[in-house]
């Protein structure tokens, strides 16, 4: 079982990707969160995909994680930045 409050932003590492979101769950060796997106980096720096995959829905409402490697806070400027890709809010 992880020690997050529902609703805190974590980073969840896996093989795949790293992933920003709001803990929602963890059960059975998963988490689940909503808001979920993938980080991604390119030539212009760092930012987020408008999903989790390559192949799945854009602004997916949640993902659970079956395989990850660990799971972590999230600094301050990806909370940030990841608010403003979830609501288009500056905070």
Do not use: Q
């Not at 988490?31 to 980080?39: E, H």
């Not at 995959?53 to 994680?65: I, L, M, R, S, Y």
């Not at 990806?78 to 905070?91: D, E, H, N, P, Y």
Request: charged content about 15%; some cysteine.
């Amino acid at each position: 079982m992880l020690n997050y409050e529902v609703g805190d932003i974590v980073t969840v590492l896996t093989i795949s990707g790293e992933f920003v979101g709001r803990f929602e769950n963890s059960e059975n060796n998963t988490i689940t969160l909503s808001d979920p997106r993938m980080l991604v980096i390119n030539d212009n720096g760092m930012g987020f995909a408008h999903g989790v995959c390559v192949t799945g829905k854009n602004n997916v409402t949640d993902v659970t994680f079956m395989n990850f490697v660990l799971v972590t806070p999230t600094n301050d400027e990806i909370v940030a930045a990841w608010r403003r890709a979830t609501t288009g809010l500056i905070s």
